[in-house]
């Protein structure tokens, strides 16, 4: 929820369409493809698993050897060098994306406010290069420790994540949802979580950290939610349309958003007990009942379709 709704890497590019509907598009249409997630990297390491216990490869040292070493021993040598630069460029994307993310906060919202008189662009994109230089910098020094991690980069990285990512989370969900929490207790509720998550490593150390995060979460949203009962807000923010772009929604949203949040239940009934991993008649009711569901809908969008006039018809094929 935080990383594709609130991190600065992905909303700037959410906030960069020329208008409303382009973007409820593109952020659905990203949805789309994190669906495929899923296949993209759980059966990777399925393979893996399957391959290295089947041949008794062992692998030592860190545990994300396991996909280079998988496609070293599957892929054909020619193609080697055409994978290496795929992933070289995918990395050179990302970094470059959350490099400008950070430069772009620190320039903006950390240095030009200190600063008498502001600053104008020129200014501010010579502040950001020297940030982004001193950035790269001290990511250049602190990546190749991370290979020493004992529970592998992805999973120390959402572990630490925890102290930054959540409470912000915390601060942006609550304030979204609810207009009358006071701003110091958001403030008390990131630091509340903070606190919580990092006593939680010494009273419970073998404790998942997803769990942590969730019992502190809690703790800090209920926190928020009482103050905003007990010390409301009084002059509640009104969010104002400045008329930049246009507002005008995609009339579609609601039905490509029930037909993602579908696509997800699906996935997760059939990697369930219910589905794959459940008995043969278990895996037949399930394919009965998705079955019966695909079929209302579509019939439900058919009507809706066909009860529509020739000219709305064709715009909508054209939209």
Not at 131 to 147: E, S
Not at 228 to 253: I, S
Request: net charge positive; with cysteine; proline share 4%.
């Amino acid at each position: 929820m935080y990383f594709w709704g609130m991190d600065q890497a992905i909303l700037q590019r959410a906030v960069s369409a020329k208008n409303l509907k382009h973007g409820q598009k593109g952020l659905l249409w990203a949805g789309f493809l994190k669906v495929l997630d899923p296949l993209l990297l759980m059966v990777p390491g399925l393979i893996a698993y399957q391959v290295f216990a089947r041949d008794g490869i062992q692998i030592a040292g860190s545990r994300d050897l396991v996909y280079p070493t998988l496609v070293n021993l599957v892929l054909p040598k020619p193609l080697l060098g055409i994978f290496a630069a795929a992933m070289f460029g995918a990395v050179l994307s990302t970094f470059s994306g959350l490099l400008n993310s950070q430069t772009t906060l620190i320039a903006v919202n950390v240095i030009a406010p200190r600063k008498k008189g502001g600053m104008d662009d020129k200014e501010l994109v010579a502040v950001g290069k020297k940030c982004g230089v001193v950035i790269a910098i001290i990511a250049a020094i602190i990546a190749p420790i991370l290979y020493y991690t004992p529970s592998g980069i992805f999973t120390y990285l959402q572990m630490i994540n925890g102290f930054t990512n959540v409470p912000i989370l915390i601060m942006l969900g609550v304030g979204y949802l609810n207009k009358k929490v006071p701003a110091f207790a958001a403030k008390a509720g990131a630091f509340i979580h903070i606190i919580g998550y990092l006593l939680s490593f010494f009273l419970y150390p073998n404790m998942n950290y997803l769990h942590r995060i969730g019992i502190n979460f809690l703790i800090a949203v209920v926190f928020m939610l009482v103050m905003g009962v007990v010390r409301p807000k009084e002059d509640v923010y009104e969010l104002k349309n400045q008329h930049v772009v246009k507002m005008v929604p995609w009339k579609y949203r609601y039905e490509f958003s029930a037909f993602l949040v579908s696509i997800v239940a699906v996935i997760y009934v059939l990697c369930s007990p219910l589905g794959f991993v459940g008995g043969a008649t278990t895996m037949t009711w399930v394919y009965v009942a998705i079955a019966i569901i695909a079929s209302v809908a579509m019939m439900m969008m058919l009507k809706k379709v066909f009860a529509k006039s020739e000219a709305e018809f064709y715009a909508d094929c054209e939209e």
